[in-house]
């Protein structure tokens, strides 16, 4: 036990520090040379490997099939990492080209220096493609693009723009660009058991978060409706301003109110962790008074754990329906998620005993929150990527 205790905490400590280092490189070297040099890497999928295999030794040696809700947790963050090793082994991408009026069967996969071309089983003609704008302006809306699937003697007319995907075969297609001569840009996405797979662990992570919450009866109430009240009013707030204000075409979705609402929640929950772990150290009186904040901080901990867990990956559906893949080491992302696994930690104080004392508890609260303010203003003005609205 002790010593798979410590080879999972080098692990996670490896993980992280890899994950970092990637946001730099690729804000030094561009998106591709760090998907290619780092996240694409035979080493960076077998650490995660190595992450699983030994999260799944500790499971059998803490007899994780007792506690339902704790086991499905695991499970789901199994599938979703096998989901995420199907989609790079057996899935594919690429772009293709439509132009007013001429059918095309052939999609381009590759990267910036090297591309070759993939034929589709059927044809796509476009009629015509149109970017509508808000009223009483020039900003852009949507793009739309209005065009014919032709398979065999089949003919379907269909509609693609932003957030509105077409799927036909297997295959689908997301609205990306346009040329600028009427001609219309496509992504093009091929995942036959990836995306299956992934959405399962999605399901069953949901599931497991939600039940865990219900379970914990020694939240204070105040505490639950605290952190309740805010989501309420950033749902609220943030759907009423996509309807009224113009935004980017691909912000304009159910997910944006719901993913933003979710993680910004989770992030006043850690402030509140942080603010909490100040005001024990600087003020620490007694152990009994420490125990009490240390209580306190952990009530909040649960929900905002959960709450950034499921505004991570209501992001990742968004981005799969959007763009076509539902993970993209954006900076944002890795960010996110390197915040995910810092404040994961103190969740298993039963197998690191560390957080079981309330000082190194407190102290870790609130250097920990350094993670979020990284993620939430370091990767805008810092390190850029698709999320630097």
């Not at 439509?98 to 089983?121: R, S």
């Not at 996405?189 to 992570?205: E, S, V």
């Not at 219900?214 to 950033?234: E, F």
Request: hydrophobic share 50%; charged share 15%; aromatic share 12%.
């Amino acid at each position: 036990m002790k010593h798979l205790r410590h080879i999972l905490s080098v692990l996670v400590i490896i993980l992280i520090a890899v994950l970092a280092a990637g946001t730099i490189v690729e804000r030094l070297h561009g998106s591709e040379f760090a998907l290619e040099h780092v996240y694409s890497t035979w080493w960076f999928v077998g650490l995660w490997a190595l992450m699983a295999s030994f999260m799944v030794a500790m499971a059998v040696k803490c007899r994780m099939w007792k506690r339902m809700a704790v086991c499905v947790l695991h499970l789901a963050i199994l599938f979703i990492l096998l989901g995420a090793l199907l989609t790079k082994l057996t899935g594919q991408q690429g772009r293709m080209l439509l132009e007013p009026g001429k059918p095309t069967n052939t999609y381009y996969v590759g990267n910036a220096t090297e591309n070759h071309p993939v034929e589709l089983p059927f044809t796509l003609t476009l009629d015509r493609f149109e970017i509508e704008t808000y009223a009483n302006s020039n900003k852009p809306k949507d793009y739309v693009s209005y065009l014919q699937v032709i398979d065999d003697e089949q003919q379907e007319d269909v509609v693609i723009s932003m957030n509105h995907i077409l799927k036909y075969k297997h295959y689908r297609f997301y609205q990306s660009d346009f040329d600028g001569e009427g001609g219309s840009i496509l992504d093009v996405a091929r995942d036959p058991w990836g995306i299956a797979i992934t959405y399962i662990g999605y399901a069953m992570l949901f599931v497991a978060l939600i039940a865990l919450l219900i379970k914990r009866k020694n939240t204070p109430k105040a505490v639950t409706w605290s952190w309740l009240s805010v989501l309420v009013i950033l749902l609220v707030f943030l759907y009423v301003r996509m309807l009224t204000h113009p935004l980017l075409p691909v912000l304009r979705s159910p997910f944006f109110s719901l993913h933003i609402s979710t993680i910004v929640t989770a992030y006043a929950l850690l402030l509140a962790i942080m603010i909490v772990g100040i005001i024990a150290i600087i003020k620490p009186k007694d152990s009994a008074r420490l125990e009490k904040l240390k209580t306190l901080s952990t009530s909040m901990l649960y929900p905002a754990v959960a709450l950034l867990a499921i505004g991570i990956f209501i992001g990742a559906i968004w981005a799969n329906v959007s763009w076509g893949n539902y993970w993209s080491w954006d900076p944002k992302e890795v960010w996110a998620l390197i915040t995910l696994l810092i404040y994961a930690a103190p969740l298993h104080e039963k197998i690191w005993k560390s957080f079981q004392k309330p000082v190194f508890f407190h102290i870790y609260g609130i250097l920990a929150f350094l993670s979020v303010l990284i993620t939430y203003f370091g990767v805008n003005l810092l390190l850029g990527g698709v999320h630097a609205y």
